[in-house]
């Protein structure tokens, strides 16, 4: 029933097509026309204008032919850099990027097996309820579009996010994360005239993150501080340091535990630099800001959407695998928003790489098994 020459030829038309996040209008525009074509009822949002963006989410609905609870299919339109001027190659059963950029099949392999899928539906007929389709942008600066989805004009609370790598595997777990944000402000002087005079954010942001437990704290949790800044030159005490990280946890206890963790060897280092000004305050302060960049994902195995994917992949004669997932993506934001959503695997690889690439025969596969998910919804 799949057509695999059209599954290849539009997933090279789609690579081709420039969408680095904030900058997805084009495919947009193409593929809300596909939706149309294909007779899904679309509309469009203008979220992408919020972070400076020229695209917003794309969102169809397939009417159903007969009962049976509404499903949502979802991908992302944009790619990371570099992204622009993308050259498929074709080596047998492999498509890759040229070297130069990235492949882009994260995530429009995901896109290409929904819309073949629903190209086979139409083709031969086949019962199936409401099918809801999300295309989002921005996904991979911050899963902007999942963020800022209206869900509730989806009928959908069922669903699976083609996002992952191996496509015998389901992700039904994923940990949530705070971002963490620290400024520390110290106190400028001359560092070769008088150094004792000011107190240097430098030395205060790595006493902090000395006394920092980070990387993997346990099964469950890691920690990192992934960014510093600070300084203007080489003779200034430094007064100022701005340093970013991150904590991951599947258990929001352990997550709050290691956040408060982090803040507290701040607030601790801050104590320890121990100046005063003449008015008998410190001199050294911090600031810091929390966000919950996305929750966790927790599904339950026995849920409909975790089950259809289970028997749907052991159908295509694959071992099908409950996985956990140490990342984030639009399904943990859409499971928050209340819908019941797994992680399927497109056969993506070495993704945000210029070595990326995927197997024709992986495409083919997750496309079977999105067509079994109908099959076994619908029967």
Do not use: C
């Amino acid at each position: 029933m799949i057509n695999k020459q059209r599954l290849v030829d539009e997933f090279i038309e789609l690579v081709k097509i420039d969408s680095e996040s904030l900058d997805e209008k084009n495919i947009a525009d193409v593929l809300e026309k596909k939706l149309r074509d294909l007779g899904l009822e679309v509309w469009r949002d203008d979220a992408g204008k919020k972070y400076g963006g020229n695209a917003g989410n794309v969102m169809g609905r397939l009417k159903g032919n007969t009962g049976g609870e509404p499903l949502l299919f979802a991908a992302h339109m944009d790619t990371v850099k570099p992204g622009r001027g993308v050259k498929p190659v074709i080596e047998n059963d492999i498509i890759k990027s040229d070297g130069t950029t990235v492949l882009g099949g994260d995530d429009k392999s995901g896109i290409v097996a929904i819309l073949e899928m629903i190209r086979v539906i139409k083709e031969n007929n086949m019962q199936h309820g409401d099918i809801e389709v999300l295309f989002t942008f921005g996904e991979e600066i911050g899963l902007l579009g999942a963020k800022t989805v209206d869900t509730s004009k989806l009928k959908a609370r069922q669903g699976f996010a083609l996002d992952s790598e191996e496509v015998s595997k389901i992700v039904y777990k994923a940990p949530a994360q705070n971002s963490m944000e620290f400024e520390i402000f110290g106190k400028e002087s001359h560092a070769g005239v008088a150094p004792e005079k000011g107190v240097s954010a430098i030395e205060v942001a790595a006493d902090a993150i000395n006394h920092m437990k980070l990387g993997r704290i346990d099964a469950e949790t890691t920690a990192n501080i992934g960014m510093i800044e600070g300084g203007r030159a080489t003779n200034i005490v430094t007064g100022y340091v701005k340093m970013k990280g991150e904590a991951r946890s599947h258990n929001l206890e352990k997550l709050g535990k290691q956040t408060r963790s982090m803040i507290e060897a701040v607030w601790d280092a801050v104590e320890r630099s121990k100046k005063y000004s003449s008015e008998g305050l410190m001199i050294a302060r911090s600031k810091e800001t929390v966000e919950r960049e996305y929750d966790r994902i927790s599904v339950d195995t026995n849920e409909l959407s975790a089950q259809l994917a289970y028997k749907a992949i052991n159908e295509v004669g694959l071992k099908a695998e409950f996985v956990e997932m140490g990342g984030g993506s639009d399904a943990n934001i859409l499971n928050g928003k209340g819908i019941k959503m797994v992680i399927l695997g497109t056969g993506m690889s070495n993704v945000h790489t210029k070595e990326e690439y995927i197997k024709i025969s992986d495409m083919v596969d997750i496309t079977r098994i999105v067509l079994n998910i109908i099959k076994f919804a619908y029967a």
